[in-house]
């Protein structure tokens, strides 16, 4: 099982294309799925406040931010959970 996921925020989602912003860790370990996706979406918060503070539109670009980020990281864990067809044929 996965025990730690780097959150990744987009910078700018409001206005332009995609940059890497920054990361946080996530302690996963031992969490149910609610706290997992609350601690994500913590985490979501404090990258993407640092990346949207200076914004024109900064509330409109965190709350975008926030979902997007937020969104992409449990899609990602989700993914990363899954067996792939190398493991299942392995056992």
Excluded at 39 to 48: D, F, G, I
């Amino acid at each position: 099982m996965i025990r730690t996921a780097i959150l990744t925020a987009v910078a700018a989602l409001a206005i332009t294309a995609p940059a890497h912003a920054g990361s946080v860790r996530v302690a996963l370990a031992g969490k149910s799925p609610a706290q997992v996706e609350a601690e994500v979406t913590k985490a979501a918060k404090t990258v993407c406040f640092r990346e949207t503070r200076s914004e024109t539109l900064a509330l409109e670009a965190y709350t975008r931010c926030v979902k997007a980020t937020t969104e992409v990281a449990m899609g990602t864990l989700a993914t990363a959970q899954i067996p792939s067809a190398s493991t299942m044929a392995a056992n």
